[in-house]
């Protein structure tokens, strides 16, 4: 059997648990799954990260300063965008079949172990995402890493990843995404991410709205940690546009990093860098010690981050962007304008139930103006995936203009008649954008060639 098969045949059956859009708001199953695997989740230093935008390329950019610095590091981020063990990298790179497979092998009888306690008191198995967690844990434990990065997957409280002690705990900027799980908010959203921050940790918050920033506040002060936010004791102190991405000064919480070269567009990455730099400083010197600029200028100058406001081809030009509601649609729209000299753009959307279809809609007109005129919507693959002719309907209520609205139902179609819409003006400066959901990207970015993340 092959290891390619052997992931293929674990994700299957990781997928025949409860999907993931059904996490459990639970922490007990975790912690008894993690005392029969003999505490993985305390084997290793933890930065924690939450938020609802930019929470993936903060941790990128966490991760790759960590490595900078000589360290072994584990980043647990999702959803994956080709293929599971993206979730799960050791040392920037995803995890080697080989590892997910035996690591995996080597938990399952545990896992039964909790499963048949969960069955027997009458409750759901564990399930897609909270496997998926355990496994991180478990494969950062048997490398082991030296720090791990988890980026939560829904909330904070009683998130799977919650079952780590975040060292620093990082919150990326809050608005307004699953209402339907964590309130209606950003102050009730807040309660929910301020759940990983720890007695013993630090933390560290992206600029918030003011409700939001008092209940991360009250929360640091209740278990007596420090607290740092942008705009108050660091941020980004100036930044202009680059060949590939952009140019930018911090300022830390020791230190002021000047000409630091970012390969990522928009004001939203930068402000992520700044975030990120904060988290640094407080995980190696408690936000005291300045970090050597040299390091942290290559740390940065070698990030990525797929599916964000990625070109993933030239002539035409299409970009991929995983926004997928209001406050994402907003900024990447703003890093379009400021980084792209395009003369029209042909936009593919595609959007999952649960998201805000008409917010979305509404902010990438109001965004994008004179710049999109023709809009083509699709859907991905996802059983949750909004049918293509449902998202037209919305749009033209919205008042799009039937003569701008297409429907294929295909992403393959989507992308060709965009690419030929893209290049009917003469200047050869059209271009495409795919955005809306995760998974629509996923499944654009394999289409185009680019398969691994």
Known sequence: MTDEFSVESVYAELLGRAPENKMEP???????AMDVLGEPNKAFPIIHITGTNGKTSTARM?????????????RYTSPHLSKVTERISIN????????FVRIWDEIRPYLEIVDNELVADGQPRLTYFE????LGFAIFADEPVDVAVFEVGLGGITDATNVGDGQVSVITPISLDHTDLLGDTTEDIAYEKAGIIKPGGFLVSAAQPVDAAQVLLDKAREVDVPFR????????????VAVGGQVVTIQGLAGRYEDLLLPLHGAHQAENASVAVAALEAFF????????????????GN?????????????????????????????????????????KLVVVVGVLQEKDAEEILKTL???????????????????RAIPAAELAELAVDLGFGEENVHIAEKLDDALEWAVERSESNDDLAGGVLVTGSITLVAEARILLGKAGA
């Open 365 to 383: 007109k109001e965004q994008l103006g004179d710049l999109a005129e023709e809009f083509c919507f699709t859907q991905s693959n996802s059983p």
């Open 26 to 32: 639970r922490l007990a199953p975790l912690f008894r």
């Open 131 to 134: 496997c998926v967690t355990i």
């Open 303 to 343: 990030v990525t981050s797929p599916g964000r406001l990625e070109v993933v081809r030239t002539a035409p030009t299409i970009v991929v962007d995983a926004a997928h509601n209001p406050d994402g649609i907003r900024v990447s729209a703003e890093a379009i304008h400021e980084a792209f000299s395009f003369s």
């Open 62 to 74: 966490i991760e790759a300063g960590l490595r900078a610095h000589g360290l072994s590091t584990g």
């Open 92 to 99: 920037g790179e995803p995890v080697s079949d080989e590892t």
């Open 285 to 300: 010197g408690g936000g005291e010690k300045e970090l050597d600029v040299d390091v942290l200028r290559e740390a940065f």
């Open 229 to 240: 936010f942008e705009g108050v004791e660091f941020g980004v102190e100036s930044r202009s």
